[in-house]
């Protein structure tokens, strides 16, 4: 079972990116999945959840109406589209499927 995420990177403030979180071994079908990150200093954090029992997306204020999360059961991949990026959105991003953790990609948000 892996999830490997990727689309981390450097980006100016005002920018966007879309990480992605493919699965092997493991299908995301209809399993809880969400996007977590660790800002320098900090605990990890939820972001964006996708309920297993109804589907419903759960966002946390801090990044609600800027970043959105989405899956393709077809490719076995889920994502976090991240826009209007701040400085403070700096951190390692982790996806998450029902217990099991990706490895993490860094988003570094600077000018």
């Known amino acids: 079972v892996q999830l490997q995420a990727s689309g981390g990177g450097s980006v100016q403030p005002g920018g966007s990116l879309r990480l992605s979180c493919a699965a092997s071994?493991?299908?995301?079908?209809?399993?809880?999945i969400g996007w977590f990150r660790q800002r320098p200093g900090r605990e990890r954090e939820a972001l964006a959840c996708i309920s297993s029992v109804d589907g419903t997306t759960y966002v946390a204020d801090s990044v609600k109406g800027r970043f959105t999360i989405s899956r393709d059961n077809a490719k076995n991949t889920m994502y976090l589209q991240m826009n209007s990026l701040e400085p403070e959105d700096t951190a390692v991003y982790y996806c998450?499927?029902?217990?099991?953790w990706g490895q993490g990609t860094l988003v570094t948000v600077s000018s």
């Open positions: 071994g493991v299908s995301l079908g209809d399993n809880a």
């Open positions: 998450w499927r029902s217990g099991t």
